[in-house]
């Protein structure tokens, strides 16, 4: 990864902190960018004459706030580098700086790909799947990496991105349109900022119009998200290396195969831990109340444990049967290999107790 070639758009906050007269400022900075963040302190000190501490424990989205613990040491302003803000409250002054990524990936090796699944996808379009299930054939529906959610009404391909490379959106439409592509860039809810943006817990720019999707980044974190959300074909082009590939359906479905033993493994569990995230953007307390009762209505046990972070280490030696997690939606999706005992969402908690029916397909946990 050339991490030379991001833009870190200081300047406006070296303005705020001279202004202001700040004397304390935190720097909170993802972890892929964790191995900048020295230089960054360097310039934002030797620019502002403001002293800077950085936030150094892990750091995965805008909702990944720490200011109770930076109020607490004396810090004036935190600035949160590489995530847009949310509909969060996070209490004290916090500024959001933009991180942005210079490389312009090639579309022809990706064009392939795309014509692929726009194929894929309009056989969907075409299609009109039946509204009567049998109990093997809504198991089936729900492990089917494609083609799980309501019909398409159109089939355009949907661009999306990382936030580092949204700006380059508007340019990419264009030259895919150019190669015969119907181009949308959707938006979504209040938790994204920007059309095209996508969060690990947040894909509600999808609808009925959009048949497969080109995501613009690098990794597979998104990616995987998309597809468990959307079921429909997304294509990966990476502006760090200009390689093209797509999200392998095998994987997704191998993931949806863990989640089906996941949920057939709590039937027959009589207590569980209702996992509540305490940072701002992930407490869902209504939800996880609203399982404590869901559990209490079927004669099973659950119990509310609130946490800032949550991994094995804190949670498995409780003698509970298993955990729902109502913290962050990735947590169950990918890290529930590392618990001892099963670790579902909401969702899947909902299915194993018949409150809700496998052939809607599966539902991915976002908040939003």
Request: proline fraction near 6%.
């Amino acid at each position: 990864m050339d991490l030379d070639r991001h833009d870190f758009q200081l300047d406006d906050l070296v303005s705020r902190i001279k202004s202001n007269d700040h004397r304390l400022v935190a720097l909170q900075v993802p972890e892929g960018l964790k191995m900048q963040a020295l230089e960054m302190m360097d310039k934002i000190e030797d620019d502002s004459g403001a002293k800077v501490v950085l936030a150094a424990d892990p750091c995965y989205g805008a909702c990944d706030l720490v200011h109770d613990k930076m109020m607490a040491m004396g810090v004036e302003l935190v600035a949160h580098m590489g995530h847009s803000q949310m509909n969060i409250d996070s209490g004290m002054p916090t500024q959001f700086i933009p991180v942005t990524y210079e490389g312009e990936p090639e579309i022809e090796p990706v064009l392939e790909i795309l014509g692929e699944h726009r194929d894929l996808s309009m056989g969907k379009l075409n299609s009109s799947p039946s509204s009567q299930f049998t109990e093997e054939e809504a198991q089936e529906r729900f492990l089917d990496a494609v083609g799980r959610i309501s019909p398409l009404t159109d089939n355009k391909l949907g661009l999306v991105g990382s936030i580092q490379h949204l700006h380059l959106l508007p340019k990419y439409k264009e030259m895919l349109q150019n190669a015969g592509f119907d181009v949308i860039i959707p938006t979504g809810g209040d938790r994204l900022t920007f059309p095209g943006q996508v969060l690990g817990c947040n894909y509600s720019g999808d609808d009925s119009t959009i048949g497969h999707y080109l995501f613009l980044g690098s990794g597979d974190f998104h990616p995987i998200g998309m597809v468990l959300h959307t079921g429909k074909p997304l294509a990966l082009l990476d502006p760090y290396t200009g390689e093209a590939s797509e999200m392998s359906f095998t994987r997704i479905e191998r993931i949806l195969r863990q989640r089906f033993g996941l949920i057939m493994a709590i039937g027959e569990a009589e207590t569980f831990g209702i996992l509540i995230g305490e940072k701002p953007g992930q407490m869902r307390r209504n939800l996880a109340i609203r399982m404590k009762r869901i559990l209490e209505k079927h004669g099973k046990k659950g119990y509310l444990l609130a946490l800032d972070h949550v991994s094995p280490d804190l949670i498995d030696f409780y003698p509970v049967d298993a955990f729902v997690n109502t913290a962050c939606p990735r947590i169950a999706i990918d890290d529930s290999v590392r618990y001892e005992k099963p670790l579902v969402t909401p969702y899947e908690l909902e299915v194993a107790l018949g409150e809700k029916e496998w052939e809607s397909g599966y539902q991915f946990d976002e908040i939003p």
